[in-house]
């Protein structure tokens, strides 16, 4: 079974710029998750999805960030303008709903570094 | 206040050594379970070990195993017979509310692994 599948793997990019991150979860998991994850930090969630509908996007800056799913199976998470501040490893995981305990599964991560 | 609590930046152990990375969370929700995830140098979040806040007995997967107190509210890993494969950063994560819920992880800040031969 394929794991969760996520591109660019690296990404450069000069401040203010744009940029776009995919996510691609295991076939069949429901819930998506977008965390961010700064250097020599934990991560910390970006917004989550149940199929296409975002049910927690409380940390997700809205002023620059955007992020959707559609047909509720891949995800794609945009900046636009990037800062300084937003290098970081963007990891997007998924989960099974209604198994023992709802592991969530990671992807590799994007790491982003902005310049 | 932190939600999960990892005091330990890092830890040094020799081969086939046991080693115990200490995390201590906050909630007040009764259902809730604990996770560890290990990131080696390459990126990737592995799980290694889950526990429920009901679960009756300590949580083990093979070398892996957690010292649960719930009323302590602590969630030690313990690695037993440590290997040169396990350098790495661990992390603590607890999800608050039942499974099915499917609410985000919550993590500490890790703890650095470092095994010597």
């Known amino acids: 079974e394929a794991g969760v599948v996520q591109s660019p793997r690296y990404k450069i990019i000069e401040k203010k710029q744009p940029v776009a991150f995919w996510c691609n979860p295991i076939s069949g998991h429901n819930t998506l998750y977008w965390y961010r994850q700064n250097l020599g930090q934990g991560p910390e969630l970006l917004i989550r999805y149940e199929n296409e509908e975002a049910v927690d996007d409380s940390q997700l800056p809205k002023d620059r960030f955007s992020a959707e799913r559609l047909k509720g199976v891949d995800s794609t998470l945009k900046i636009q303008p990037a800062e300084l501040g937003d290098s970081a490893v963007y990891l997007c995981?998924?989960?099974?709903?209604?198994?023992?305990?709802?592991?969530?599964?990671f992807g590799p991560g994007t790491r982003l570094t902005v310049l | 206040a932190q939600k999960i609590t990892q005091t330990q930046p890092g830890m040094f152990v020799q081969e086939k050594e046991a080693v115990t990375l200490d995390c201590t969370y906050d909630?007040?929700?009764?259902?809730?379970?604990l996770f560890w995830y290990k990131q080696p140098s390459s990126g990737e979040m592995i799980f290694l070990i889950y526990q429920g806040s009901y679960d009756q007995q300590n949580a083990t997967e093979g070398r892996y195993s957690l010292n649960f107190q719930k009323a302590r509210k602590s969630a030690n890993l313990v690695i037993s017979a440590s290997q040169l494969g396990d350098s790495a950063m661990y992390f603590c994560?607890?999800?608050?509310?039942?499974?099915?819920?499917?609410?985000?992880?919550?993590f500490g800040k890790g703890t650095t692994l470092s095994v010597s031969s």
């Open positions: 995981a998924s989960s099974l709903g209604g198994t023992s305990y709802n592991e969530q599964f």
């Open positions: 994560a607890m999800r608050e509310g039942p499974h099915q819920a499917g609410t985000a992880l919550i």
């Open positions: 909630t007040s929700d009764p259902s809730y379970g």
